[in-house]
């Protein structure tokens, strides 16, 4: 079972009730319309793994990693001190195609939304390098929307299986997210057969599925993230 | 014949590449293999050469980028004329291209490269990437466009080079791939739950007969492809017999202790040697078994590719020792064969009793040996490149 259960005051008990059927070395589907909270609900895994020791690979794609650490401080989820320790590592895939000139650092490097053999080179690395640090730790790409974009689908799938054999070797947990209708449904049903658990956010309520079964929570988006609604 | 530019490459090719040779460099996702192409093309420019980049990864602005962060300065050639590109990633991004070819529709990809091998006559052109190509042309379409690039690589004298990552496609269209190909260079990970190291070796030439060492590189910015002699730990708990199965495995060794000792009064204890074995060449590392020395384990195992495990069969009380030490070095993350030393001796316990004492998992190898008379140390060598190779 993976814990989310180390941010305070934040209700995410029901976090902890939707993983309790992953494992490490399992791919996680985030799925389901825009404006949702899929990526919230990221940043929150985010922010939870770090705060529980556990270090981090985040992979933006659908924006830069300087707006990525802007939309977490509107939860008061601040990234720059586990940035500056190392506990975070990104890839952004963004910022260049913006134009704009930027060098890798450290834990911070840029590639390509079209180089997605210089995105698994840049996800080895980190892996590497986060395994060193910790045998536990997470991976979440958001999105695959860009990438779906700019690239043949079945491209985008074998990045996607490669990218589980990567995480899941390494024992870590892999998120990702996809906002549905994208992609022709035969690949939506392809992606769905790669992953070991589903969350389906529809606005209301988070969906889980898994070879355990179904279950859900309501839920809502608050200043603290997405939050349950008890019943 | 032409240089590849890529170290330890040309030797293993016998002195490089037929004049209009077709290579691919084929990697398993995750590999840094670009500078590959870039670095023949660079080197083949500095000569004077004509050269070309068919590109669908990334456009060419981030391309040229990427050279002078290796330190190759391509807008100069790309200014004079010597260099192109024909790009596949501005248009498909929305992007502006002056690009010498531009391609809309990947329809028009087969004429544009056509065209471009006809440009560079003596040439060399790259194509980053292949496997892009696959999934946007189809795997047949793919194979007949390859083939007829190649007879016109042929005819214009021109090298041709083509990156492909080696996803999840079938067999037979790899095997096609290669079929089509005068030369493939297989470029591969060194793992244990996460890449620890990479390597390439050539997995067929029509005009050599390649050996099949495996060369272990990195790349470096600035510098590109750089060569690197690996390191391989020997560990295990306290008299278990590392410094004798270093000094069996090397070449040449020498124990730091013992000449640190005579000469200046220090307590620095390191066994190392230097191992040659079918082409596979490394510095050998055997660590001290007393737990004084135990800080410097972690920056031996640091940067090891693969580590044998030195037990004493006859000293079960050791083994909890050894756990701790492959759990020190970090050797749970490379690969590794553990040696079950001192066969020899009453008591000797077998690797299966060994195994279970461990609780070794199937995985990693345990090799009965008696190093002092140099058994088992072969079959342990072996063992741990079986590993390192991936075979």
């Known amino acids: 079972m993976i814990s989310v259960m180390f941010m305070e005051d934040h209700n995410m008990e029901f976090f902890d009730y939707l993983f309790e059927d992953a494992a490490p070395g399992d791919l996680i589907l985030v799925y389901g319309p825009p404006k949702v909270g899929k990526s919230i609900f ?65 834990t911070l490097k840029f590639s390509s939304v079209q180089n997605l053999t210089d995105l698994m080179v840049k996800v080895g690395v980190s892996t590497r390098s986060l ?77 889980a599925e898994s070879s355990a079964g179904e279950k859900f929570v309501q839920y809502t988006i608050t200043d603290k993230g997405v939050k349950n609604i008890r019943g | ?56 990864v990334a456009e060419p602005e981030t391309i040229v980028y990427e050279f002078r962060s290796y330190g190759w300065d391509l807008e100069k050639f790309l200014q004079d004329g010597q260099a192109f590109f024909v790009d596949g990633t501005s248009p498909f991004m929305g992007l502006p291209s002056d690009a010498k070819y531009s391609i809309k529709d990947y329809s028009q990809v087969e004429e544009a490269i056509m065209e471009a091998i006809e440009d560079v006559p003596d040439g060399i052109g790259v194509i980053n990437n292949l496997s892009t190509l696959i999934d946007y042309l189809g795997e047949d379409e793919t194979i007949d466009i390859i083939k007829k690039w190649n007879l016109h690589g042929k005819k214009y004298n021109t090298s041709l080079v083509y990156l492909f990552t080696k996803w999840d496609y079938n067999s037979n269209l790899i095997q096609n791939l290669k079929k089509s190909m005068d030369c493939v260079v297989e470029i591969k990970t060194i793992e244990e739950r996460v890449i620890i190291g990479q390597g390439f070796m050539v997995a067929h030439s029509s005009w050599s007969e390649p050996s099949d060492t495996m060369v272990l590189f990195f790349v470096v910015q600035p510098g590109g492809v750089k060569v690197y002699i690996p390191k391989i730990l020997v560990t295990g708990p306290y008299n278990a017999g590392k410094s004798t199965f270093v000094k069996k495995i090397s070449k040449k060794s020498v124990s730091v202790d013992r000449k640190a000792l005579s000469a200046f009064p220090t ?15 490394a510095d050998v590392f055997g660590t001290p078994g007393q737990e004084r020395f135990d800080l410097l384990l972690d920056v031996l195992g640091k940067e090891s590719v693969g580590a044998f495990i030195i037990v004493d069969s006859t000293a079960p009380q050791t083994f909890a020792r050894a756990k701790e030490m492959i759990r020190k070095t970090k050797a749970e993350a490379i690969p590794k064969v553990l040696v079950a030393n001192k066969q020899d001796l009453p008591g000797a316990l077998s690797p299966e009793e060994i195994r279970e004492k461990m609780k070794v998992g199937k995985d990693i190898p345990i090799i009965p040996a008696i190093v002092t008379e140099g058994r088992g140390v072969t079959d342990a060598l072996e063992a741990l490149l079986g590993l390192i190779y991936g075979d």
């Open chain 1, 42 to 106: 990221c940043y929150q895994f985010l922010y939870s793994s770090l705060v529980g020791g556990e270090p981090c690979l985040y992979i933006v794609a659908d924006y830069g990693s300087r707006q990525l650490e802007q939309r977490m401080m509107e939860f008061n989820w601040f990234l720059r001190p586990y940035i500056q320790n190392g506990d975070v590592y990104i890839i952004d895939l963004l910022t260049r195609l913006a134009g704009v000139k930027v060098e890798d650092s450290g």
């Open chain 1, 131 to 207: 395994f060193r640090k910790s045998s536990k730790f997470r991976a979440i790409l958001d999105s695959l929307t860009v990438i779906f974009a700019f690239n043949p689908p079945n491209l985008v799938l074998r990045l996607l299986k490669a990218y589980k054999a990567r995480i899941s070797e390494a024992r870590g947990i892999g998120v990702v997210v996809h906002t549905t209708g994208t992609v022709e449904p035969s690949i939506e049903n392809s992606l769905m057969e790669l992953a070991d658990l589903k969350l389906c956010f529809d606005g209301e309520k988070i969906q």
């Open chain 2, 1 to 56: 014949m032409k240089r590849t530019y890529i170290p330890k490459l040309d030797d293993i090719l016998g002195g490089g590449i037929i004049d209009n040779a077709s290579v691919m460099f084929s990697a398993v996702p995750g590999v840094d293999y670009e500078a590959f192409g870039y670095q023949m093309l660079n080197g083949r420019l500095k000569d004077g050469d004509k050269g070309f980049i068919f590109t669908n």
């Open chain 2, 267 to 281: 307590t620095i204890a390191l066994d190392i040697g230097h191992l040659e074995y079918k082409g596979f060449v």
